[in-house]
């Protein structure tokens, strides 16, 4: 302390300064070490504060009394303080003061107080230790994790240095040891905000609040000091998927008062309620056939959602999507706010929804086909997939067309993979387009053209041919002339004898000889006989028989060879005896 300076005003009188010998000499009586003093301060140097206390000799006060305290702030000149009187240094002319001394004596009696009297005192958190923290309140106060706030503390290094209100729930003046809590001062701060708040709010009312955390189902908002639930099914009218998509810790909001419930502490706040509900009159704004703008909110395996305005979503069905006979997922078409254009399929205001489609708001792809393409033109493309009752071949992006068994091949085929594999490319005549259907006809075997008008030009009734047995019915069998050309044999027309049922006298795979007796082009169908091509065969090989003869034949010869002859057409003809007609 040797930079206290010795003071002396030269402009006092002689009466001036007995005047203040006389003060001190009152005031020295009356104070003496240990004791708290007032005093002004005169003037600050780099190690000490001076301070006239009404004395002969100035008080000094180490800066680091200030510096040190709870505050960290030096006084000013013309600055009240208040100190300690500790001793009286003559060989330095000043009397030694301790503001520390001072203010530690103040915070023991301010902290008997505030204990006894359940007061609120103020102090600054300066250490972390195991199960608490050290708050310094005038005197270094132990302050439990438990209560250093309403909520678990889960960055406890943060709150070094901060300066918080307490209340004394433990104090003991011999050992002057404190226990401090800054939860119980937040506890009745906040019964006192809730019970204002409660007081004030009503429903309907229209309050400024602070969002202060978000979780899945909503954001809690602090509307005085009161926090409020703000659900996610009251922030919009739209479909949200998270309150972090509109809202953020520390934003300021304003919300509506739905309700409360005083005795719960429940209070439940909205947003969207502060604009009007869109869906109101939703039926008058939009009508089926419509084509409005909107933008992708949200895909599903199901379809995909369009918002058509704020707050008004509609669904797309994905058999809406596109007019692929394919169910395409939606994820492989669109994607989160894309922009489309839809057309209104159905309004309903009362379930609020409203039906969208994707396809319908584009013209169909087979109108532009029929236009492009016409029946008898001849398409490429690729087999995609195969059914039990045809094919289908991609003809264009996004349009495929049936082929149908009975259209792949002239021959009849059990399946279609007979002939076709997927992937396969393929040529194909349009048949027909059918838009309303959504039908494209298409056909491989009439690449070949029509084997049945060439049959019906080069055949006649009374040609003998050469046919397989291929199905038995009950009233005749079917057999084949030729690949892609059938005709029937009824069992009138099998053999000479009565025939009740055919499979006792033919087989399947069978092949004989047979007459057409019967041609029907415009309806393709062809009555056989096996019965007149085998009395047709024998008079063939009897005339052959004839010719063959010399001129000595008597008539008697001829008689007996026919009577033979007859004989062996009224039995069956043996797999040899055909096999001789062929």
């Given at each position: 302390?040797?930079?206290?300076?010795?003071?002396?005003?030269?402009?006092?009188?002689?009466?001036?300064?007995?005047?203040?010998?006389?003060?001190?000499?009152?005031?020295?009586?009356?104070?003496?070490?240990?004791?708290?003093?007032?005093?002004?301060?005169?003037?600050?140097?780099?190690?000490?504060?001076?301070?006239?206390?009404?004395?002969?000799?100035?008080?000094?006060?180490?800066?680091?009394?200030?510096?040190?305290?709870?505050?960290?702030?030096?006084?000013?000149?013309?600055?009240?303080?208040?100190?300690?009187?500790?001793?009286?240094?003559?060989?330095?002319?000043?009397?030694?003061?301790?503001?520390?001394?001072?203010?530690?004596?103040?915070?023991?009696?301010?902290?008997?107080?505030?204990?006894?009297?359940?007061?609120?005192?103020?102090?600054?958190?300066?250490?972390?230790?195991?199960?608490?923290?050290?708050?310094?309140?005038?005197?270094?106060?132990?302050?439990?994790?438990?209560?250093?706030?309403?909520?678990?503390?889960?960055?406890?290094?943060?709150?070094?240095?901060?300066?918080?209100?307490?209340?004394?729930?433990?104090?003991?003046?011999?050992?002057?040891?404190?226990?401090?809590?800054?939860?119980?001062?937040?506890?009745?701060?906040?019964?006192?905000?809730?019970?204002?708040?409660?007081?004030?709010?009503?429903?309907?009312?229209?309050?400024?609040?602070?969002?202060?955390?978000?979780?899945?189902?909503?954001?809690?908002?602090?509307?005085?000091?009161?926090?409020?639930?703000?659900?996610?099914?009251?922030?919009?009218?739209?479909?949200?998927?998270?309150?972090?998509?509109?809202?953020?810790?520390?934003?300021?909001?304003?919300?509506?008062?739905?309700?409360?419930?005083?005795?719960?502490?429940?209070?439940?706040?909205?947003?969207?309620?502060?604009?009007?509900?869109?869906?109101?009159?939703?039926?008058?704004?939009?009508?089926?056939?419509?084509?409005?703008?909107?933008?992708?909110?949200?895909?599903?395996?199901?379809?995909?959602?369009?918002?058509?305005?704020?707050?008004?979503?509609?669904?797309?069905?994905?058999?809406?999507?596109?007019?692929?006979?394919?169910?395409?997922?939606?994820?492989?078409?669109?994607?989160?706010?894309?922009?489309?254009?839809?057309?209104?399929?159905?309004?309903?205001?009362?379930?609020?929804?409203?039906?969208?489609?994707?396809?319908?708001?584009?013209?169909?792809?087979?109108?532009?086909?029929?236009?492009?393409?016409?029946?008898?033109?001849?398409?490429?493309?690729?087999?995609?997939?195969?059914?039990?009752?045809?094919?289908?071949?991609?003809?264009?992006?996004?349009i495929e067309g049936l082929i149908h068994i009975s259209d792949i091949s002239w021959e009849k085929i059990k399946h279609p993979s007979a002939k076709l594999k997927v992937g396969q490319e393929a040529e194909a005549v349009l048949l027909n387009v059918d838009v309303d259907k959504q039908k494209v006809s298409l056909g491989i075997k009439q690449l070949e053209g029509d084997i049945w008008e060439d049959f019906f030009e080069r055949q006649k009734v009374g040609d003998l041919v050469t046919v397989k047995v291929v199905r038995i019915a009950d009233f005749g069998v079917f057999v084949e002339i030729m690949?892609?050309?059938?005709?029937?044999?009824?069992?009138?027309?099998?053999?000479?004898?009565?025939?009740?049922?055919?499979?006792?006298?033919?087989?399947?795979?069978?092949?004989?000889?047979?007459?057409?007796?019967?041609?029907?082009?415009?309806?393709?169908?062809?009555?056989?006989?096996?019965?007149?091509?085998?009395?047709?065969?024998?008079?063939?090989?009897?005339?052959?028989?004839?010719?063959?003869?010399?001129?000595?034949?008597?008539?008697?010869?001829?008689?007996?060879?026919q009577l033979r002859q007859l004989q062996n057409a009224k039995k069956p003809a043996s797999p040899e005896e055909e096999k001789s007609h062929d």
């Amino acid at each position: 302390m040797t930079d206290v300076p010795k003071t002396k005003d030269p402009q006092l009188t002689t009466e001036d300064y007995e005047q203040l010998l006389d003060q001190y000499q009152f005031s020295a009586k009356e104070v003496g070490p240990g004791k708290i003093v007032k005093g002004r301060v005169i003037k600050i140097t780099p190690t000490h504060v001076l301070v006239d206390i009404g004395m002969k000799s100035e008080g000094a006060v180490p800066v680091e009394d200030y510096t040190e305290a709870v505050d960290g702030r030096l006084p000013k000149a013309g600055d009240e303080v208040e100190a300690v009187l500790e001793k009286t240094d003559r060989k330095e002319g000043y009397v030694v003061l301790s503001k520390k001394r001072a203010d530690y004596q103040k915070a023991v009696e301010t902290i008997e107080q505030a204990f006894a009297q359940g007061l609120v005192i103020t102090g600054k958190i300066t250490e972390k230790i195991k199960t608490g923290f050290t708050v310094n309140v005038g005197l270094d106060a132990f302050m439990p994790d438990s209560h250093a706030d309403l909520r678990p503390v889960k960055a406890p290094e943060k709150l070094i240095g901060q300066m918080v209100k307490v209340k004394v729930i433990k104090f003991d003046r011999k050992t002057e040891n404190a226990v401090v809590s800054h939860k119980l001062y937040q506890q009745e701060e906040r019964e006192k905000k809730k019970k204002h708040v409660f007081e004030q709010i009503q429903k309907g009312q229209k309050v400024k609040g602070v969002v202060k955390s978000l979780t899945s189902f909503g954001a809690f908002v602090d509307i005085g000091g009161v926090e409020g639930l703000l659900h996610v099914s009251d922030m919009s009218w739209g479909k949200l998927a998270h309150p972090h998509d509109l809202f953020k810790p520390g934003q300021e909001v304003e919300v509506l008062v739905l309700d409360f419930n005083e005795k719960d502490e429940r209070i439940s706040l909205g947003t969207k309620q502060l604009t009007p509900d869109p869906w109101l009159n939703i039926e008058r704004k939009y009508k089926a056939g419509d084509k409005v703008d909107g933008k992708v909110t949200s895909l599903t395996d199901f379809g995909a959602f369009v918002e058509i305005e704020p707050g008004v979503e509609g669904l797309v069905h994905i058999s809406d999507l596109t007019w692929s006979r394919k169910m395409v997922h939606p994820k492989k078409l669109l994607s989160l706010g894309t922009e489309v254009t839809v057309s209104i399929l159905d309004v309903n205001p009362v379930s609020k929804r409203i039906s969208l489609g994707l396809k319908q708001a584009q013209p169909h792809p087979l109108e532009s086909f029929k236009q492009k393409y016409h029946p008898g033109t001849r398409v490429k493309g690729k087999i995609t997939s195969i059914t039990d009752f045809g094919a289908f071949l991609e003809v264009e992006p996004g349009i495929e067309g049936l082929i149908h068994i009975s259209d792949i091949s002239w021959e009849k085929i059990k399946h279609p993979s007979a002939k076709l594999k997927v992937g396969q490319e393929a040529e194909a005549v349009l048949l027909n387009v059918d838009v309303d259907k959504q039908k494209v006809s298409l056909g491989i075997k009439q690449l070949e053209g029509d084997i049945w008008e060439d049959f019906f030009e080069r055949q006649k009734v009374g040609d003998l041919v050469t046919v397989k047995v291929v199905r038995i019915a009950d009233f005749g069998v079917f057999v084949e002339i030729m690949p892609g050309i059938e005709g029937v044999v009824f069992n009138s027309e099998i053999d000479e004898k009565k025939v009740e049922n055919p499979a006792d006298v033919v087989k399947v795979g069978e092949s004989r000889a047979a007459k057409i007796v019967k041609l029907n082009a415009r309806d393709k169908k062809i009555s056989l006989s096996f019965r007149q091509a085998q009395a047709d065969l024998q008079k063939q090989d009897y005339q052959r028989y004839a010719e063959s003869q010399d001129d000595r034949l008597t008539f008697g010869d001829l008689i007996r060879d026919q009577l033979r002859q007859l004989q062996n057409a009224k039995k069956p003809a043996s797999p040899e005896e055909e096999k001789s007609h062929d």
